[in-house]
């Protein structure tokens, strides 16, 4: 599956701002899709998982609360609506799938990867 991320901006803190990861070539209906991030000087992690049906979502802690990941497997795309943004979510972020990932966090769990989309939030 080949995904494209979009959605990404300046945005002041407090702002909102929502992604989208668009696939082609596959179903994303087959595919669990996380959201990972990565800040300058740092390592990619792990932001938001959806699964299969859209049922189950997971978070990390920093994020819980503010963004919401959802699925539309009509339009073969994945969301992430970010909300009460703060300077520490700058980063350029990332969509990746995986039909069977082995965990819903790790970064090598994910076998496709969209190209990463940059969130700058001003404080």
């Known amino acids: 599956v080949q995904l494209q991320a979009s959605g990404g901006g300046l945005v002041q803190a407090g702002g909102s701002l929502r992604l989208s990861c668009a696939a082609s070539g596959r179903t994303i209906s087959s595919y669990a899709v996380g959201w990972f991030r990565q800040a300058p000087g740092k390592e990619r992690e792990f932001v938001s998982t959806?699964?299969?049906?859209?049922?189950?979502?997971y978070y990390a802690d920093s994020v819980k609360g503010r963004f919401t990941i959802s699925r539309d497997n009509a339009k073969n795309t994945v969301y992430l609506q970010m909300n009460s943004l703060k300077p520490e979510d700058t980063a350029v972020y990332y969509c990746a799938a995986d039909r069977y990932p082995n965990s819903y966090y790790r970064v090598t769990d994910f076998g496709s990867w969209g190209q990463g989309t940059l969130v700058t939030v001003s404080s």
């Open positions: 959806i699964l299969w049906s859209g049922d189950t979502t």
